[in-house]
């Protein structure tokens, strides 16, 4: 690996809560990374899904292939950046371990149940997942994983959740930018999730050719690909779209950052937590990406296909929210023992963690 001066160096570190020895085979970044593969919350991402609902089928994408994903754009930015892989690794595989079962509606509604008991930030859950929740360690809760990780799973937050947090609050307070790697996961997130809704939407068939030939990117390569090959199915059409929207999209983000990186000339990693984001699109694509998050946004997950699998998603997290409350002695010991936790947070936390399908399959039973 190259490093750049700016990069973050495992050697540098800022440390883990819980002071332990260091590995002689891995730096940090990777311990890290491996502690997240070998959690269970990391195992749950399987069973979880984003737009989709995880009984519509086996072909789409569930929140473990997304974070696998995120994690190979990441790495190839990093990369060609020369930042480092492993910390863009960890926080890619760990960027969606608090994520409720069905996606976003799954998460409006458990925030509804928590509005007056400190609501519920699934990008928070993360956090909460991999600082507490997670129990296998002798000596902690949670992973005990590096600042750099943690700084880079908590994208957002506001200022009030920020004043309890310490350290990994102050940038938000300050309002600073988390390292570089940080700054590449959370594009790549963006990158990762906007190309392969389009592609579960076309296989679900809400979204067509010819819809999406509304998205100016779209029609670009669409032409580019169809006047190149043209006994091509379907599927191979839209995947060589698909590939080459990606890499545009990626090439333009790394020439862009790069350029940032020439002007602001960050001497170090804590240097780039001072200056203004340095990884991002030009102007042109960061038009274009607007543009496909507004279209995915109308067109997808607006769709009255995808609006009633959220309506149902709400109503199961409402019912098992208020199932729990009321028989609060079947929830799990080990989600009980941090001492000074309402018995909606031991809730919120217990039902965050269930999959699609545990959590079909309780209503389901509770139902009958
Ligand atoms: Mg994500």
Known sequence: MNLAPYASNPAKSKGRIFQE???????????????????????????????????????????????????????????????????????????????TPFGHAGQDALNACMRNFGGFEHNLQSLRVVDVLEKKYANFDGLNLTFEVREGILKHCSKKNAQKLGDLGIRFIMNREPSLEAQI???????????????????????SFEKMMELNLFEIFFKEVSNAHKLLSSEQIMHEILRLMMNSIISDLCNESFKNIKKFKPQSADNVRELKNIVCFSDEMGAHFKEFKKFSRTNLYEHHRIKEMSVRASKIIYSLFAYFYDNYNKIPESFKSEKEQSRERVIADYVAGMTDRFANNLYKDMSS
Not at 195 to 206: P, Q
Request: net charge negative; hydrophobic share 35%; glycine share 4%.
């Open 21 to 99: 020895s260091k590995s002689s085979s891995r730096n940090d970044f990777q311990r890290d990374r491996d502690r997240i593969i070998h959690s269970a919350s990391f195992r749950r991402l399987q069973y979880k899904t984003q737009v989709f609902v995880n009984h519509e089928g086996d072909m789409f994408r569930s929140r473990l292939t997304h974070s696998l994903e995120v994690s190979q754009i990441s790495r190839a930015v990093a990369r060609t950046l020369n930042c480092h892989e492993d910390l863009c690794e960890a926080i890619a595989l760990a960027h969606d371990l608090g994520h």
């Open 185 to 207: 996961v959370n594009l790549a997130d963006e990158i990762a999730y906007l190309h392969h809704d389009l592609d579960d939407g076309f296989r679900s068939g809400i979204l």
